[in-house]
C-alpha cells in the first residue's frame, strides 16, 4: 500500500491551503485516514482525523480546518483556512485499516506547509 501527499506549500499567514492524500494498493478496508503534523522542535501531533465516521480536531485547528474522505478513491483531503505561522510544520497523511491478509497502519512521506508572518 502507497499513500500519495500533496498540497503543501508556503504562503502568508491567513492563507488557505489544501492538503490531500490517496492511498492505492491491495486495500480490503480503510478505517481511519488522518492528518498530522510535526512542527521544529516539536512531537508529532493529530491534526485532524476520520475513523469510523467520526470527526476529531485538535483543539488548535477547531474552525480553520476541515477534513474529508473521498472513499470512493481512497483520498483524504485537509481543507485549511485561515492559516497561522504556527501552523508551520510537515503534515503527514495516516491510514489504518487492513489489506487482504493483514492490519494496515501506513503513513505518507510528510509534505511541508510553511506559514510566514
Known amino acids: 500500500v502507497q499513500l500519495q501527499a500533496s498540497g503543501g506549500g508556503l504562503v502568508q499567514a491567513g492563507d488557505s491551503l489544501r492538503l490531500s492524500c490517496s492511498a492505492s494498493g491491495p486495500i480490503f478496508k480503510i478505517n481511519a485516514m488522518g492528518w498530522y503534523r510535526q512542527g521544529p522542535v516539536k512531537q508529532r501531533e493529530l491534526v485532524a482525523s476520520i475513523t469510523d465516521g467520526v470527526i476529531t480536531y485538535s483543539d488548535s485547528v477547531k474552525g480553520r480546518f476541515t477534513i474529508s474522505r473521498d472513499d470512493a478513491k481512497n483520498t483524504v483531503h485537509l481543507q485549511m483556512n485561515s492559516l497561522k505561522p504556527e501552523d508551520t510544520a510537515v503534515y503527514y497523511c495516516?491510514?489504518?485499516?487492513?489489506?487482504?491478509?493483514?492490519?494496515?497502519?501506513?503513513w505518507g512521506q510528510g509534505t511541508l506547509v510553511t506559514v510566514s508572518s
Open positions: 495516516n491510514v489504518k485499516g487492513r489489506t487482504l491478509l493483514l492490519p494496515l497502519d501506513k
